[in-house]
């Protein structure tokens, strides 16, 4: 293996995240950059996201995901950023040294900063604890995703998706619209796990039944799924005897959440957050290990790619400043604690004299709440005050900090509760 080779900046993930954290990097002043992408091409899971509804936010018209991720790439060829491909990272260790293997071998960069913007990956069958046999025909949504839209293959031609994520939800309709029938989405939850509009678009205009409160207690069939045995869940998610319901079917497409890809994280000695699965972040997004940081899914699930784009933005200006020395030493960090139907921030913590004068914190709660309001406590004092209408877990909220209300704050909390 050859002796370790020396960047300023490494980003190990080419799609949205890793994309924009770059470009942000650069346009900051670092020139010594390297993207390092598993994949064939720059994109990530974009370029099997064929359907609309992406840029809204940050071209400010509807792109198709593969259009989004071109525009991105664009600019990463304009500014000569260098990256390779199909180069799979296998270790990362806490001194920022970074072992990779591609066509040419095994090879090893000592970096001086890197972005982590692996993404995620979905929950498998494994983890979801169903009875039957393993018979063909049981795929993640996402992988079924990649076979219709880049391979050109139907997985089959009756389906039922157990989870309603985002990306069940759009497969739903994707299958519809290839000719099969889709029978319900399934979703062991009182609410959908996706985004209203995507409810709506997506399987309320195709007629296809959303089951709440559902779960799949069966699967028959030996080489190929036959039918699947679903039920009606108590409030503790376990099923009720009597209600089950058979549905004939020959795939069955799970679409039951997504996990963060932290290997690698976890081999650098980032300490990781208990509930999102990805690293905890400050007000940089830096980990705890100085010089790492963190953006996209890899962090926590978005809802929005664009939310992901903004987020990595503001990951690759605050790498850059530590490149370039000029990212202030930490001082105090304060652990913003969340209450009520609050399940998480992001960050996590952050240090008020680093921070820049606006800090965006993003949220998700872990229930349905309507006619609810969110607060932001610096020590005894209400800082932001909202209401909503409707809060749900399918749905990223976010609350902006001004430096000024938590400058000297010994204390900081987001909590949202029923009016």
């Known amino acids: ?13 080419g799609g949205p995240a890793g994309l924009a954290a770059a470009l942000a990097a650069r346009k900051n002043g670092v020139q010594d950059l390297l993207i390092l992408e598993r994949d064939e091409q720059l994109g990530g899971i974009l370029n099997q996201c064929i359907h609309n509804g992406f840029g809204l936010h940050t071209f400010h018209e509807e792109l198709t995901g593969p259009e989004y991720a071109a525009r991105y790439i664009e600019q990463i060829e304009h500014e000569k950023i260098d990256y390779l ?13 970074i072992t990779f293997i591609n ?7 000592q970096a001086q900063a890197v972005i982590l913007a692996m993404g995620c990956r979905e929950r498998p069958r494994g983890a979801l604890n169903i009875p ?13 995703q990649k076979l219709v839209n880049i391979d050109g293959l139907m997985p089959g031609k009756n389906v039922v998706i157990l989870g ?13 619209l290839e000719g099969a029938n889709v029978h319900a989405v399934v979703e062991i939850m009182p609410y959908s796990g996706g985004l209203k509009r995507n409810i709506v678009q997506c399987l309320d205009d195709f007629d296809i039944p959303l089951k709440l409160s559902h779960t799949i207690t069966n699967i028959e069939g030996k080489e190929r799924v036959k039918k699947v045995t679903i039920a009606k869940v108590d409030k503790d998610r376990h099923p009720i ?12 497409l799970l679409s039951c959440g997504l996990i963060p890809e932290n290997e690698l994280s976890e081999k650098a000695c980032i300490q990781i957050h208990d509930i999102t699965h990805g690293p905890i972040v400050d007000e940089s997004l830096e980990t705890n290990v100085e010089g790492i940081f963190a953006c996209g899914n890899v962090l926590h699930v978005h809802d929005l790619v664009d939310f992901v784009s903004r987020e990595a933005e ?17 001082e105090t960090e304060i652990e913003i604690e969340t209450k009520g139907v609050v399940r998480y921030c992001v960050p996590a913590k952050i240090d008020p004299k680093r921070m820049d004068d606006l800090q965006v914190i993003r949220f998700r709660v872990g229930k349905v709440l309507k006619d609810g309001a969110i607060y932001v406590w610096a020590d005894d004092r209400c800082i932001f005050h909202r209401q909503k209408k409707i809060l749900t877990p399918g749905e990223m909220e976010q609350v902006i900090l001004k430096k000024k209300d938590v400058e000297y704050a010994k204390t900081i909390r987001i909590e949202s509760e029923e009016m």
Do not use: F, W
């Open 241 to 252: 005897s009597g209600t089950e319901e058979t549905i004939e079917c020959d795939t069955l």
């Open 103 to 109: 066509q040419n071998g095994v090879q090893r960069i």
């Open 1 to 13: 293996m050859e002796q370790a080779k020396k960047k300023q900046l490494v980003v190990i993930g």
């Open 132 to 144: 039957g046999y393993r018979p063909a025909g049981i795929y993640c949504a996402g992988t079924a």
């Open 164 to 176: 309603s994520g985002d990306i069940g939800l759009i497969m739903a309709r994707r299958m519809r």
């Open 85 to 97: 491909l199909n180069t799979m990272v296998i270790d990362l260790d806490d001194k920022k040294n």
């Open 314 to 330: 503001h990951a690759g200006i605050k790498a850059a400043q530590y490149v370039l020395n000029t990212l202030p030493k930490k």
